[in-house]
């Protein structure tokens, strides 16, 4: 009996996040044959991931270079994919989320005639240009997409609104539920003795991450500005902020925290630590995507500092709260949670709307389910 041959393609540290306990669970599934192939987009964050989950790449693109631009990323991955889709013939191309090499994987799949399922599809900020190049990505992707993996009902309305048939839409949830289930344990030491030595019980302790290119600039800089300023505050507030490797972000928190004590700069880590900092944490602020999905699945609060969200279920259920990129209002949105218990409870205990740890179950049940092997 013909397998269904299936290649996923991923390119960076989210996107392997959200891709393994798919890849995981096909491990499983003998009617399945799965091509792993990474463009490494991003390299050392990715490598961290593949080193978790103790996946091994069946091709490895390895397009990333220093200071690259985004025509060079798509031109490197359409070209090695194109190759490599070429080469391999599968059934279906999965992809997931909304980067350079989604869009690329999702195209080079296109002009092969090769089936493509799009994990995470649906998700809309509203404006083309926030976040960028993510929200064009997506809507891009979704054009030639046979197979859109929603998370939730919402993602399906947004992909009903736009014209997409109702018979290629399929809520499964979030697969970075399923990845957070794997990763998080109770008892967990990190190997940075800093982080073992943080008062967890008896301290507020903030976990912060930022790099959105739209907020590089002035926004960064009052994003930073409040939470320091948080701290000078609040004597039993502490801050761990996890930096990304991009020079201007860290140019930016170097000088806004330069002599306080209380937040720490820290290296970026890999996603098992990241995921148990998130766990032992009293909240989160943040500009990322996906931490609007992982934190409130351990009832953490998040605080998002954006203009606007692709991600509105959180906001809806309460699980997540714009804050923008003023001042005043990240101030007062922190002092909230840090002072009103009640607000606090409110949102720690609010029903995360982005699933159960299974989507990736579902996701390889709807492709058994409407794929025939080509061969």
Not at 254 to 275: C, M, Q, S, T, W
């Amino acid at each position: 009996m013909s397998k269904i041959k299936i290649m996923t393609v991923f390119g960076t540290r989210p996107e392997g996040i959200k891709m393994a306990p798919i890849i995981k669970a096909m491990e499983k599934v003998p009617e399945i044959e799965n091509t792993i192939c990474i463009t490494a987009q991003h390299r050392e964050m990715l490598d961290q991931v593949l080193n978790l989950f103790n996946i091994k790449p069946d091709y490895d693109l390895n397009i990333f270079k220093p200071g690259q631009t985004l025509t060079e990323i798509t031109m490197r991955a359409l070209e090695g994919l194109e190759k490599i889709i070429m080469e391999v013939k599968p059934d279906v191309l999965l992809v997931q989320g909304d980067t350079t090499t989604v869009f690329s994987g999702a195209l080079a799949a296109f002009y092969q005639k090769v089936k493509i399922g799009h994990v995470e599809a649906g998700l809309r900020s509203g404006n083309l240009y926030s976040p960028y190049p993510e929200e064009a990505n997506r809507k891009l992707t979704g054009i030639i997409t046979d197979f859109h993996f929603a998370p939730t009902a919402s993602n399906r309305d947004n992909l009903l609104k736009e014209g997409y048939p109702d018979d290629k839409i399929f809520i499964t949830g979030n697969t970075v539920i399923d990845a957070l289930h794997y990763a998080v344990k109770e008892d967990y030491n990190f190997t940075m003795s800093l982080l073992n030595d943080i008062d967890y019980e008896n301290r507020k302790v903030i976990l912060v991450t930022s790099h959105r290119r739209e907020n590089i600039g002035k926004p960064m800089e009052n994003i930073f500005s409040a939470i320091n300023d948080i701290v000078l505050k609040y004597d039993d507030v502490e801050v761990v902020f996890p930096i990304h490797l991009n020079p201007k972000v860290r140019e930016i928190a170097n000088r806004v925290f330069k002599g306080n004590e209380r937040v720490h700069l820290i290296e970026p880590l890999d996603y098992e630590p990241f995921a148990n900092l998130m766990a032992k944490s009293y909240f989160v602020v943040t500009d990322s995507g996906g931490l609007q999905e992982e934190a409130p699945s351990l009832g953490k609060p998040v605080l998002v500092v954006r203009k606007e969200t692709e991600r509105p279920e959180g906001i809806e259920a309460g699980t997540c709260k714009l804050a923008g990129v003023e001042y005043e209002s990240i101030f007062k949105e922190m002092e909230s949670l840090i002072s009103s218990e009640d607000e606090y409870k409110k949102m720690a205990n609010a029903v995360n709307p982005y699933g159960d740890g299974k989507a990736s179950e579902r996701i390889i049940d709807i492709i058994l389910k409407h794929v025939s092997p080509n061969n």
